[in-house]
C-alpha cells in the first residue's frame, strides 16, 4: 500500500483521498509487462527480477545505435505527462557534445496519479535497469534517481544495495537526488536546477536540457515509467511492444483510476481502451450519478459524460480538447458539485504556482478567484465569460506551462458545466 501525502489527494474525494491506495492490477486480456506476477504485493527482489531477464543487456542492449532505432520503431511516448516520443529526446542527448547525464524523474507532482510511486516501491530494479539502459544509449557517465516520496527513496536505495552485491560497477554509477514535493519540482528545467544544488524551479528555455542541463551537459530527464518500458522494450524488441495499444500510441501504460468508481487504483492497461471500458474492464465500473471525469492528473481539465466514449490515447484525447497526461482520471459522482471541485483545483494551481511569471502568478489568482465566488453563491454570469476567455488567451503563456492546466480547466469547465452557472 502507498500513504498518498496531502499533495496528491483527489480533488473528488474518493479513491485516493483515502490514506492508502489499492495495490495495483494488469487488465486482464494483456500480457502485463509492469505489474507482472509477484508485483503487486512488492517490491520485486532482483533475484526475481533477474528471472524476468532485468539487468541482462538483452538482444539490442551491446549496440546503442540499434537500441534507438528500436526505441523509434516501438513507438513509445514520454509517460511523464507530455507524451513526446522517447527516441527524440534520446537522439537529441546522444548527438550532444562532451559528457552527458541522464535523470530518472519520479517526482510525481500530478495530483490524484499514483503510478511512478507504484512503480518505484514495487519494481525499482526495473526502473533501473532503465536508467542504466539510457546511460548506455546516449552515451552519458552520470545517472540520477530523482525522487521526493520517502517510500521511493527507500525502495531504490535497497535495490541500489540489492544490485551492488551483483554488479558494483552498475551500482556505482546511480545516485539518488531527493527534492520537496512540488508540480513544478518535475519540471525538466526544475529536475536540472535542483540537481545542480539550486531550487527546484523551471528555468529560463532556452537551452533546454538536452543542450545544458545537469552541470551544464546534455541531459535526458525521463519518467521513470518511460525508462521502464525502454528496458522492455530493450529485451523484447519493437513489435512485441506494438502488440498492445494503437498505431500512433503503441504499448501499455499504467494508469491510476480514482473517484466514484468500485475499485479504484493503479492499472496497467492497453492503450486504446475507451473511458468507459477502462472503467468496466480494470476499475470495477462507475457509480450511479457520475456525470464527468477529471483528466491527466488534473492537467486535461475535465470531460462530459460522452467523455466515457472518448479513446484513451495521446491524440483522442487531445482532440477532444482534453490530454491523458500522467493517465490520471478521476470520475466525478452526484456529490462532486462541478464548481466546488473547479474551486478546490483552482485553489490548488495558484498555491502551486512557481510565482516565476507575472502572467502566472495573476492567472492563477484571477481563475481561483473567479471559481471560489461562484462555489460560494456570489458569482454572476459575467465569470462564466471571463473564464471561458481566460481558458483561451492564458494557454501557451508562462515559461513552463503550468499556466496551461489552470487555462484548460477554465476553458472545460465552462463548456461542460456551462448550466451550472448563474446566468445573471
Known sequence: MITAPPLHRSVAGHGTDQDTLPRAAAHPAIHPRLVVPGSEDGPLGLAAERALGTYDKGRYGTDPALL????????LRGRGGAAFPAHIKW?????????????????????????DRWLLT?????????????????????????LSHPLTVAAVRTALAELAEHDAESAARIEIHTVEPTYVAGEESAVCQSVNGGPALPTAKPPRPHECGVDGRPTLVSNVETVAHAAWISRHGADAYRTEGTRTSPGTMLVTLSGACARPGVYEVPLGLTVGSLFAEVGGGLNDGVHGFLMGGWFGGVVGLEGTGTTVC???????GSGLGCGAVTA?????????????????????????????????????DTFARLADGTGSAADHTRLARWGLTLSGRGACSFLDGAATLARTTTAVYSASFPTS
Open 122 to 146: 514495487h519494481r525499482p530494479h526495473l526502473v533501473l535497469d532503465g536508467l542504466l539502459l539510457a546511460a548506455r544509449t546516449v552515451g552519458a557517465g552520470r545517472a540520477v534517481v530523482y
Open 68 to 75: 534507438m532505432d528500436t526505441l523509434e520503431a516501438s513507438g
Open 332 to 368: 466525478l459522482g452526484p456529490d462532486d458539485d462541478p464548481l466546488r471541485v473547479a474551486a478546490r483545483i483552482a485553489a490548488w494551481y495558484a498555491d502551486e504556482s512557481a510565482a516565476q511569471c507575472g502572467v502566472c502568478v495573476n492567472g492563477t489568482k484571477a481563475i481561483r
Open 91 to 115: 537522439r537529441g542527448v546522444a548527438a550532444g557534445d562532451g559528457p552527458r547525464v541522464v535523470v530518472a524523474n519520479g517526482e510525481e507532482g500530478e495530483p490524484a496519479s499514483f503510478k
Open 314 to 320: 495521446y491524440d483522442a484525447m487531445r482532440a477532444a
